[in-house]
């Protein structure tokens, strides 16, 4: 269910997308999020009912179960690492659909799009060339320890859980979780990888 509605969500502007949330999920008044936004309470109210009748007609399957992941998902994930720790973002493209969004908790980083998502792995992101990718299961959903090439020296650093959205024989999702001192322990993951 909460993936469904994570799904539905990117279908939504911005503006419907946070007053969907603070109306619907925190419960605030119309009055809060208006004053929260800098706009009328009618506008509220009716950002809300274009986000409910949007969502109402949006087709918000959650993504393909991964457990157990098919020999197609799996596939489908191999080569995900191979583009990932390639660093090849033409490889990495060809298996993301279009709408595929990355995100990045705690920050508020929310990409769409092909574009999006290498134009930022190639800036911002460039630090995570090199990077090695193990993987787990994080809810039912593939996911990856990912580790960072070491700074200091040889070897690599936690970074992020990458939990992965499939739906369709393409990544759907790219979700990093950064706060590795709490997760890669849940996971029983060590803190560091040797070069070799």
Not at 29 to 49: F, G, H, R
Request: glycine letters at 8%.
């Amino acid at each position: 269910m909460r993936l469904a509605f994570v799904a539905a969500l990117q279908h939504l502007p911005p503006k419907q997308r946070a007053v969907l949330i603070l109306r619907e999920v925190l419960a605030w008044k119309a009055s809060e999020v208006a004053e929260l936004l800098d706009t009328s309470v009618a506008s509220v109210n009716s950002a809300l009912q274009r986000a409910r009748a949007t969502l109402a007609d949006t087709d918000a399957t959650a993504p393909d179960a991964a457990n157990p992941l098919d020999e197609e998902q799996r596939k489908l994930l191999d080569r995900y690492v191979a583009a990932f720790e390639g660093y090849d973002m033409a490889a990495l493209t060809a298996l993301l659909r279009e709408d595929a969004v990355m995100t990045m908790p705690p920050f508020d980083l929310w990409l769409q799009g092909h574009d999006d998502i290498t134009g930022f792995m190639l800036s911002i992101g460039a630090g995570c060339a090199g990077s090695r990718l193990v993987a787990i299961e994080a809810n039912g959903s593939p996911a990856f320890a990912h580790y960072k090439p070491d700074p200091d020296g040889p070897g690599f650093v936690p970074w992020a859980v990458q939990v992965i959205d499939v739906s369709g024989g393409a990544v759907t999702g790219m979700h990093c979780f950064l706060d590795t001192p709490r997760f890669f322990p849940l996971f029983g993951l060590p803190d560091r990888l040797d070069a070799g």
